[in-house]
């Protein structure tokens, strides 16, 4: 950039690759891109390739360029990682680390973005490294990500510019720009001129003015920001603007009266607006002095957007009061976001008796009964509840929800023992919630029962062996299970049997019971592509796969790569594909003919025309009985038929038909016809037709 003489630097024949511009603008050496630009067109205008943040380029760049080589440059951006780019990058990075939890962790506490920069996604891979555990709380790892994210890594970079801040004074400047993105409603912040910023934007030259916002430049640098295009940047992710806008916010109001401010323009107008549910929130945790208000105002807010686990048990009972009298205002609280949101800064001995109240009694509001059943979970508090949430799991009353998230906060307190008896009483249960709750205790506990339970809960799950009397005249909420988890914990050794028992129970099926029908015939399907892969079935069990098929038969799948994987699996099978042929075909048809047994043996997922081989291996074991039996003649024709191609038949299925053949002349001419078959007299009289209306129309051109 300072050179006195740029056409030295170009390498002949080679595009000039330019770097280090984030240096040259964090020294303030006035507008690095102008200086090159420059240094370019003293050069001669070579190629180059120029490397640098995209917020740090900027539109008038393009023009420059444009009249300066007189065209538009092409301009690439790097794409950030993807789930599976950044577990590779861990893996490699960082052997050490377990990059599923890493990365699982920060997904759980909305932190996806760290994982697309391969600089921050470093880092956390190495306090994964360093620390025992991941901070635990939400609080602690915005704490440590804010930590880790804001200061200046580059070693070439230390004498300047962001490298030269305090923690406070950098986390200060953060919090001063995500604080008013956020109030504003603006997209980014900006560094253009007045002149050319973007209408959603706020110029840094306006937020330098905050207090304790004067390193609002050199922040707008760091990794806690992310670009949005030239001149223009934006926080790593709305969470962590709220944590750090509600920080500085904190810091503003150190008086009463400041702080009955604040939150005066956040409760102004009856309700924390939604947009600013996170930042307010987070001032429980950074501002005590504020927590009671804060909590009163918007109680389930701290849930979803703050740290709970972060109260004092004052401030938990507060909560608890504050929860309390929302649901009976607003009973449903939750309709609008029924994800989990953890209520574990609760569950402390001094609220156990608050908490078991409202569990225990069914005629509380079921959304807050939904969320301190789910806050239990992982908990001590649930070993002392355990008896309750025992009670919620049986009872007929409480809603699914409840019952699962009960027998999840439950599963730690109970033996295996105790689960199995449970889960033959819910499949005893009327309805379908009970069955459908016992197969997902079958699948926590590794399908730790018999083959008969779990059969006797998969259709009673169904509605099958069950139902609710007095019968709905509403009509029913269907719901699509899937059976993949329930498939995968069945050992190998157990999966014929179960297959067996499956098929048994079938037979209860009704024939306008699609819907049951169709989980049946993918049950097993996914069991029986298991049982092939791990070798468990072979050809001397041709009988019984071909009876397990038959549940496949006429049964409409949910999913359609069950069913494709399965029919992919017996194609490359083909020693048991062919004893199931020879099983149908010598004594399983009855009086049906061949075309009709192709038929089921396609419906089967065995189709006899689908491999050449199986057409050839059928010819063969023709071949074994008397040519002038009339039956094996005309079997022998539709097998040949089958195998028919356009370019005549394969090697193999010819070479095995003539070993039935044995010189027969009428089988002869038959492959003779099959070789130049006559035309049907409807295909000669069209082509009589199209010829005459030809040359009618030749003699019309010509006299015409």
Known sequence: MNAKNPERLIPPGNPLLIDGLDEAMSRGEGDAIDAILAQLEAAGAPSFILSCRSREWQARSVTNLRQLYGADPKILTLQPFDFAEARAYLVAQHPTADAEHVLDHLAAHNLDELCRNPLTLGLMGRVAESDTNLPATRAALFERVCALVWPEHDADRQDYGLAQLAEDEALDAAGAISASLLFAGAEAASTAGAAHVQQSDLRLVDLEKLPQAQAVRSMFSSKLFHSAGPSRARPIHRVVAEFLGSRWLSRQAPSPRVQRRVLAQLHGSGGVPASLRGLHAWLAYHSPSMSRRVISADPYGILRYGEPAALTPQLADCLFEALCVLAEDDPYFRSADWDSKTAAGLMIPTLKAKIQGIIDTAGSSVHLRSLL?????????????????????????????????????????????????????????????????????????????????????????????????????????????????????????????????????????????????????????????????????????APVVWRWLGVIEHAHSYDNDVRQTLADRLAKHDPLRRAIHAHVMDGNRGTQTLLTTAYYLKLRLVGLSAQPGDIAYALGRLAQGDTRNLEFRQEWMELVRRGWRPDGLDPDIRAASEAFRRGDKVLEDFLRQLESPKKPSWIIKQEQQVAKRDRKRRVEFETG
């Open 373 to 541: 059943i789910e806050g239990l979970k992982g908990t001590p508090l649930a070993a002392d509840l355990a008896d309750t949430l025992e009670s919620v799991v049986l009872s007929q009353e409480r809603c699914y929800r409840e019952r699962e998230d009960a027998a999840k906060a439950l599963l730690p307190h109970r033996e295996r023992k105790w689960w199995r008896s449970t889960i033959a009483i819910l499949t005893n249960q009327a309805g379908s919630d009970a069955p459908r709750l016992a197969r997902q205790l079958i699948q926590h506990i590794d399908a730790d029962v018999s083959d008969e339970v779990i059969v006797a809960t998969l259709f009673a799950e169904m509605g099958v062996t069950s139902c609710t009397l007095p019968r709905r005249t509403k009509r029913q909420v269907q719901t699509v299970r899937r059976y993949r988890r329930l498939v995968d914990a069945i050992p190998s050794s157990r999966r014929s049997g179960l297959i067996d028992l499956i098929v048994d129970y079938a037979e209860l099926l009704r024939e306008d019971d699609w819907r049951s029908r169709s989980h049946v015939a993918d049950i097993v399907a996914q069991l029986l592509t298991l049982a092939i892969d791990d070798g468990g079935v072979c050809a001397a069990q």
